[in-house]
């Protein structure tokens, strides 16, 4: 029931072409949790209709805005306590720093609020706004935080990432700076325990680095992809892919990652004083690191122009010096499930590739030990907009569906099912009325987005070829169209005989539908309330920050 309520979510709310999706139940109540909290800390046995009260009011609530501060720039750090406790990634709990600061600027609002409330009885505003320099300060902390508080809304975000990396530091430094000019001696603890914060995070993520990237700590006595004499370990290639997208490759580095961990890139060379965060789509057992980046602006669009420029072997001018900050990120692990759902919507199979890897590996070695695996139902959905976006993982799927198919022959034992459906959802090539490809293994159909299971099979040549050599019971479907995802989730809960998983990674249209089908069979089905019928594990991984 806990998962149940902290997944669901609300109606949107349209107005004209926009829709504003309201955030999960589970972080609504936290965020209110935490604004009650401290909305009680400020007013708690004060009468805030007494006039001769109000500047006590805002003496508490400025107390409690200072106070609030090492919270916020806690859940800022990359590595930081309260997600060692938790089990969560600097990632996950982004969301929780942006709203707590969001209840900070409140109280900082309320505090303000209530000063000039009880100047405003003498006309004394402007005065103390004009003479007083703890008045002026206290403003300029307050217009610096108002300021970050637009800022941080996530069309700016988006609009401009590096831009607004930097004003946000710039910014953060103002307000710290500010906040400590007007705060009170008995309470500037609280800014200096902010700060101390901040830099221990800053020393922690620079010794990492040191580890990541230095060769002296490599696990590996020859390094393909660096000068021999280089101090430095990780050099990277870089290939172009269709859609705008590049590979990045580093061979044989220092760090050590899990599936589904991402890591910030620095490329010096590239886009100097930047560094940004990509999913890693390999596993440790590949012995390098790679990364598939869309090209959208700056750092990114210079990566996929060099590599573009240059031949792409590893011992041509396009090898480059990268740094690794990582890795990130944190997943139960999805061995332990019986069933499992994977949903990637484009880039996001950079995500739930590894993942799903992951436990076709441990497939391999259960199978060689004559063991059966946990895991016995895989689905992998995979919506894309055209057939070449194929190409970023056509080598993993025809080694996945290998490694399935030698498991099937070497232990009798082994009966997990193992599906692959990939959505092309606007693919010119297509064409609904030419004869289906046979004899490949290479399921085509057309699916419209609302339609059932029942759809019109369809020609898709080009993609025939790279199917050549696997075997005639391939569990490659490919489709037109959208998925449909209630269908595809309760297709496999049906079958499960213990605990599900679905993990969705793409935009936030997919990642909403997911969260609401799951929600709602979750509810159908009466999940853990005296029915049998199994749990649900849901993991909603998101784009950006």
């Not at 089990?87 to 709990?93: M, N, T």
């Not at 040191?210 to 006595?221: D, Y």
Request: aromatic share 12%.
């Amino acid at each position: 029931m806990a998962r149940e309520y902290s997944s669901a979510t609300l109606s949107p709310l349209k107005m004209g072409r926009w829709e504003l999706q309201p955030p999960p139940l589970g972080r609504v109540s936290v965020v209110l949790a935490n604004f009650i909290a401290v909305m009680v800390f400020c007013f708690y046995k004060l009468n805030t209709l007494d006039k001769w009260s109000w500047e006590t009011v805002g003496y508490r609530t400025g107390f409690m805005t200072v106070a609030q501060l090492p919270l916020i720039l806690l859940l800022a750090g990359k590595r930081n306590i309260i997600g060692f406790l938790t089990g969560s990634s600097h990632e996950r709990l982004n969301w929780l720093h942006r709203w707590t600061a969001r209840t900070l600027w409140m109280s900082a609002t309320v505090h303000m609020g209530f000063w000039f409330r009880s100047w405003g009885r003498f006309n004394y505003i402007a005065t103390k706004v004009r003479t007083d320099p703890l008045t002026q300060r206290g403003i300029a902390a307050w217009s610096i935080l108002t300021f970050i508080l637009f800022a941080t809304l996530s069309p700016v975000r988006r609009w401009s990432y590096e831009l607004f990396f930097v004003s946000h530091v710039v910014t953060y430094a103002g307000f710290i700076a500010a906040a400590w000019l007007h705060a009170e001696p008995e309470v500037k603890m609280w800014v200096w325990v902010s700060i101390a914060l901040v830099v221990f995070d800053r020393v922690a993520r620079w010794a990492m680095m040191v580890w990541s990237n230095l060769a002296i700590f490599s696990r590996s006595s020859s390094r393909s992809n660096s000068p021999s004499s280089s101090l430095w370990a990780n050099y990277a290639t870089f290939a172009p892919l269709a859609g705008n997208v590049t590979r990045v490759t580093i061979r044989n580095p220092v760090i050590s990652w899990k599936p589904g961990q991402h890591v910030f890139l620095f490329v010096p060379a590239l886009a100097p004083f930047q560094s940004h965060p990509f999913t890693i789509s390999s596993l440790p057992s590949d012995n390098k690191i790679e990364f598939l980046i869309r090209a959208e602006s700056g750092a990114t669009r210079a990566i996929l122009n060099h590599a573009g420029k240059w031949n792409t072997t590893i011992d041509s001018d396009s090898t480059r010096l990268v740094a690794l900050d990582g890795p990130y990120g944190a997943i139960r692990p999805l061995r332990q499930f019986d069933s499992v759902v994977f949903f990637a919507g484009s880039m996001g199979v950079t995500f739930t590739m590894p993942l799903l890897r992951d436990i076709v590996e441990g497939w391999k070695g259960e199978c060689n030990g004559g063991s059966v695996p946990i895991t016995k139902h895989i689905h992998f959905v995979w919506a894309i907009r055209s057939h070449s976006h194929i190409s970023w993982f056509q080598k993993e799927l025809e080694s996945l569906m290998r490694d399935v198919e030698d498991c099937r022959a070497t232990n009798s034992k082994f009966r997990p099912t193992f599906e692959i459906s990939i959505y092309l959802t606007s693919d010119p090539h297509l064409s609904a009325t030419s004869p289906s490809a046979h004899g490949t293994g290479l399921h085509i159909q057309r699916t419209p987005s609302t339609a059932s299971d029942s759809s019109q099979t369809t020609s898709l040549s080009p993609l025939v070829s790279w199917e050549k050599g696997l075997s005639s019971k391939s569990p490659v479907c490919l489709r037109t169209g959208r998925p449909n995802i209630d269908n595809i989730i309760l297709s496999t809960l049906e079958v499960a005989e213990g605990e599900s998983a679905v993990v969705v990674c793409g935009p936030s249209g997919l990642s909403t539908d997911v969260r609401r089908n799951v929600v709602s069979l979750s509810d159908e089905r009466a999940v853990h309330k005296g029915t049998g019928a199994q749990g649900i594990y849901l993991h909603v991984e998101e784009f950006g920050f």
